[in-house]
């Protein structure tokens, strides 16, 4: 399984990115995919993610209403749009996947760093004027 990032950069305040999370190595619709940040000195924190079996979407309070996570399953690839940054969005993004049977699965673990088993190497969003 890999994961690779791409799409972060420097933006100002207000301003948007789309993030991409390029899968491969797997069978795309049996894993949730989510998008996590983590920032100097912080814990790694859930942004969003897509249980890619059916389609369910789950988001932090924080970035609710701003970003929106979609997954273009003939590409094998998930992507996070990132409208109205603010600069406590900084960080360096990671989408993460785990294996699961969407139809088991209520969702209520998709923050959990522990969920998951395969993580790509990151990419640095930064927020600043």
């Known amino acids: 399984v890999q994961l690779v990032e791409s799409g972060g950069g420097l933006v100002q305040p207000g301003g948007s990115l789309r993030l991409s999370c390029a899968a491969s190595g797997f069978a795309f619709d049996d894993f949730a995919i989510a998008w996590f940040r983590q920032a100097p000195g912080r814990e790694r924190e859930g942004v969003s993610c897509i249980a890619l079996g059916d389609g369910r979407t789950y988001y932090a309070d924080s970035v609710k209403g701003r970003f929106t996570i979609s997954s273009d399953n003939s590409k094998n690839t998930v992507y996070l749009e990132m409208n109205s940054l603010e600069p406590e969005d900084t960080a360096v993004y990671y989408c993460?996947?785990?294996?699961?049977?969407?139809?088991?699965?209520?969702?209520?673990?998709?923050?959990?760093?522990?969920?998951?088993?395969?993580w790509g190497q990151g990419t640095q969003v930064t927020v600043s004027s």
């Open positions: 993460a996947a785990d294996q699961l049977s969407v139809i088991s699965w209520d969702g209520s673990t998709w923050p959990w760093v522990s969920m998951y088993d395969f």
